[in-house]
Nanobody, 123 residues
Framework: QLQLVESGGGLVQPGGSLRLSCAAS????????IGWFRQAPGKEREGVSC???????YYVDSVKGRFTISRDNAKKTVYLQMNSLKPEDTAVYYC?????????????????WGQGTQVTVSS
């Protein structure tokens, strides 16, 4: 059984920070690319960031310089550090796993998903 569980969301003021965690179980994390996606009401699910087992990382342009993805294969956990948060970052954030060593911004190319965690950026 392969499971992902997100945590760390919450309410934060613009300019604030949050760290999201994605805890994996039931599989070896280093065999998967892990992506973070977000979805706001009425909008398409958007790829935010991705990390593969060699440490290579990818970010959508809107979060570059503000968000940092990292992974700890031994702990089977992936993190998304979010700094300088903006109201437009408000969304449900999901982590997802894709077998192999290639990142993708396409949600349908990921096989396993967490339940999501709400991030709200508001004053």
């Amino acid at each position: 059984q392969l499971q992902l569980v997100e945590s760390g969301g919450g309410l934060v003021q613009p300019g604030g920070s949050l760290r999201l965690s994605c805890a994996a179980s039931g599989f070896t994390l280093d065999a998967y690319a892990i992506g973070w996606f977000r979805q706001a009401p009425g909008k398409e699910r958007e790829g935010v960031s991705c990390i593969i087992s060699d440490g290579n990382t990818y970010y959508v342009d809107s979060v570059k310089g503000r968000f940092t993805i990292s992974r700890d294969n031994a702990k089977k956990t992936v993190y998304l550090q979010m700094n300088s948060l903006k109201p437009e970052d408000t969304a449900v954030y999901y982590c997802a796993a894709r077998s192999g060593y290639v990142c993708s911004p396409v949600p349908t190319e990921y096989d396993y998903w967490g339940q999501g965690t709400q991030v709200t950026v508001s004053s």
